[in-house]
């Protein structure tokens, strides 16, 4: 990589990680009703405001070693990997994904880095978040489709029912069923990637889910009967698929053709 290159990244990263910062805020305040603008952010011990050094994304929190610096109280490292997820990801896209798609990307990481931040707080994927997401993706869709639009609109159709089918399956056998939000969020996912890819973000969102899951029960991490959110598996396991979801397709064809 040329330094141009390289500096290019390192900006994007630095917006990635202001953009995560962000994503935190809204992701954490828009589920309860609260403006994302004000009050300025402050440490949930003392209620002293932030300023600019506990704003700076990841050093900032790095500065101040974990802790608040008027009363000492230790600051939750959840707010610092959110921004550190933003800055990876935003400077990693451009080498994942074709430069058509990156007007897809951009977004889809942003809604899916809120949804995630506000599935693990309150167990909710916001409707104020997902309907936006859905207008503004069918918008970007008409403009930038590399698969006919009718295998998007199948994929909102599919991703969406495929859920509603298993909710439905799980209440029925007294398991408890997913959410509302999650119904939602896998149709978002679908309306983006297409018919295709959103049946690999199930089925890995499943997997990904039980390992995961049960990892937690059997590390005594998580009660078996405690439920988990479903939204940050949908998030990652539709990321991949975003990202590799075509040549994982291909890979696994050949390892079933070739036996
Ligand atoms: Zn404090």
Avoid at 106 to 134: C, E, G, W
């Amino acid at each position: 990589m040329g330094w141009e290159a390289w500096s290019y990244t390192v900006f994007l990263f630095i917006v990635g990680a202001l953009f995560g910062s962000f994503f935190n805020v809204v992701g954490l305040r828009v589920p309860k009703g609260l403006s994302v603008v004000t009050p300025r952010s402050s440490c949930g011990s003392c209620g002293r405001q932030l300023n600019a050094i506990d704003l700076i994304p990841i050093f900032g929190w790095l500065i101040r070693k974990g802790r608040c610096h008027t009363c000492n109280a230790s600051i939750s490292p959840v707010y610092m990997v959110g921004e550190l997820v933003g800055g990876l990801l935003f400077a990693a896209l451009p080498f994942m994904v074709s430069l058509h798609e990156l007007w897809i990307a951009y977004p889809l990481v942003s809604v899916l880095l809120i949804l995630t931040v506000s599935d693990l707080a309150y167990m909710l994927l916001p409707n104020k978040i997902i309907y936006p997401a859905m207008l503004l993706f069918t918008g970007l869709r008409l403009f930038v489709h590399p698969l006919p639009i009718w295998q998007y609109a199948l994929g909102f159709m599919v991703g969406g029912g495929t859920l509603i089918l298993i909710s439905l399956v799980a209440t029925w056998m007294g398991k408890p069923a997913m959410g509302f939000g999650d119904i939602r969020l896998m149709a978002l996912v679908g309306l983006v990637m297409g018919i295709k890819l959103v049946l690999l973000c199930i089925f890995l969102s499943a997997l990904l889910g039980s390992v995961i899951g049960v990892a937690l029960i059997a590390s005594g991490k998580l009660d078996r009967r405690s439920p988990i959110p479903y939204g940050p598996f949908i998030a990652v396991a539709g990321l991949v698929c975003f990202c590799f979801g075509d040549p994982l397709m291909t890979w696994y064809m050949d390892l079933i053709l070739w036996q």
